[in-house]
């Protein structure tokens, strides 16, 4: 029997939800469109949407809302930002920004244009984004373990590096603007990426001259599982450990939604404080989202950011927040029920191809897996998987995805044993229905960027 760790926090303002029928949920879904996006929150049971600006803020940060200071330039909060972030990240320049997908609007197009290309471990819906908006292409090469589900590996999430070397050598390394390493890896199922992967990728990059970002949504969690998985780390500590993660990258974009624990928030760091790139940055920020020292964040979210980055480190927390992940997959593994082992850092991937492969990745098993699940009960999960994926950007036409998941993106701090216990019945119930389902959905109206945020989709009928 698998068990729950405790969590090392009590509560003290609670959000009521409520669950609607059977029938309500069937109707709401129907409405939105098959789209979970489309649905409104307080149709919602258990939200696992995303984890991404859904965390329960602790009594410390709420103090620091009201110590905000609003000034437009220059603000006390900005400079108490400042200060924690040199102290976590140890980079000579920080810009605060509203979020991570602003950091990468504001960062990207100094070094991508037409021609150039991105190469990541995988990248998210965003970033891959900001890779197409700029005008270059993204790349991915992503390790074999991470198409596995069934596969126990420590670090699925890892970049191939002799595949990421031999890709440079093809596109040619003059025209590699950019490689990203996302910590962790999100599309590949919140698997970590290794510190001596880190090094390796680092090494490759300075050899053929190619800047390094660190994708840092989920750095704090990532430099858990190093502690808890790689040999030599199990005695350092995680503001150790994230240091030298970071030490490997000439900079990082970072949406701060995540595992510093606020609402809102995002920032860019640059390790070289004399940086030719900090001018094009500033520019960017003031233009996009606001003055270079508030960056789009009132005063008040600023002091937020600097107290949740050390939060977000803490070890209790961290044991917890990655044990009851670890729960909810092994409560999985009892029930034979397939997803991307060993569980995340911030969410369980279901395997949705293995729930249905009777439909094809073009009928989207990842969101027909969603879907049942909020008919189920009230549970907004998302595909992570084939209807996430943009058309390519020049020939239109579809792309498939390495894996068809769907996630399961689990808030900090938000929701309790029992409502994992619910989620995985639930899950368990739609797992045995599994061969009811014949078709899939396809997609009435989609924009070609990001489509799956707004996409309508409708139910192909045999
Ligand atoms: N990078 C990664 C790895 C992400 O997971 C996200 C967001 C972003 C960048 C963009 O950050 O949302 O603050 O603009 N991921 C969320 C998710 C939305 O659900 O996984 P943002």
Redesign the pocket.
């Known amino acids: 029997m698998v068990k729950y760790i405790p969590e090392p926090f009590r509560i003290k303002m609670v959000e009521n939800i409520k669950m609607l029928t059977r029938e309500e949920r069937c109707d709401k879904i129907r409405e939105a469109s098959y789209n979970l996006f489309r649905l409104k929150g307080e149709d919602v049971y258990i939200d696992t949407?995303?984890?991404?600006?859904t965390n329960a803020m602790s009594s410390e940060m709420w103090s620091g809302l009201l110590r905000g200071d609003e000034a437009y330039a220059g603000a006390k909060s900005y400079y108490r930002f400042i200060q924690a972030c040199q102290d976590v990240f140890g980079y000579g320049f920080f810009c605060p920004v509203h979020?991570?997908?602003?950091a990468?609007k504001v960062l990207f197009p100094n070094f991508l244009h037409p021609g150039t290309y991105a190469l990541a471990n995988l990248f998210?819906?965003?970033?891959r984004g900001h890779v197409v908006l700029s005008g270059a292409r993204a790349l991915e090469c992503v390790c074999e373990e991470a198409k596995h589900p069934e596969l126990v590996a420590p670090f699925k999430g890892n970049m191939d590096t002799a595949r990421m070397e031999q890709t440079i050598l093809e596109k040619g390394p003059e025209n590699m603007g950019l490689v990203v390493m996302?910590l962790t890896n999100?599309s590949a199922g919140g698997q970590p990426v290794s510190m001596a992967n880190l090094r390796e990728v680092s090494r490759i990059c300075q050899k053929y001259g190619i800047p390094l970002c660190i994708?840092a949504?989920?750095y704090a969690e990532n430099a858990m599982f190093i502690k808890q998985r790689e040999a030599g780390y199990a005695d350092k500590s995680i503001p150790e450990i994230v240091r030298e993660c970071f030490s490997y990258a000439d900079m990082f974009?970072m949406?701060a939604?995540?595992d510093t624990l606020v609402n809102m928030g995002?920032v860019i760091g640059i390790k070289d404080p004399d940086s030719p790139l900090i001018p094009g940055i500033k520019a960017n920020c003031i233009s996009f989202e606001g003055f270079y020292t508030y960056g789009g964040l009132n005063g008040r979210d600023l002091e937020c950011l600097a107290v949740g980055l050390y939060e977000g480190m803490d070890e209790s927390y961290l044991t917890y927040r990655l044990g009851s992940i670890a729960y909810l997959g092994g409560r999985l593994d009892e029930l034979g029920i397939p997803y991307q082992k060993p569980a995340g850092g911030h969410g369980i991937f279901l395997d949705a191809q293995k729930f249905y492969p009777q439909i094809p990745w073009y009928e989207f098993p990842g969101q027909v897996l969603s879907v049942e699940l909020y008919k189920e009960c009230g549970i907004r999960a998302?595909d992570i998987g084939s209807y996430m994926m943009d058309p390519d950007p020049d020939t239109g036409e579809a792309v498939r995805s390495i894996n068809e998941f769907t996630r399961l993106?689990i808030p900090r701090r938000v929701y309790t044993q029992s409502h994992f216990d619910l989620a995985v019945e639930a899950i368990h119930n739609v797992w045995q229905r599994r061969e009811e389902l014949q078709h899939g959905y396809r997609i009435v109206w989609g924009p070609n960027v990001l489509r799956h945020f707004q996409a309508t989709l409708a139910p192909i009928d045999a």
Do not use: I, W
Request: charged letters at 30%.
């Open positions: 949407l995303t984890d991404s600006g979020q991570g997908r602003a990468e998210f819906d965003t970033t996302t999100n994708d949504a989920r974009t949406s939604k995540k995002g998302c993106a």
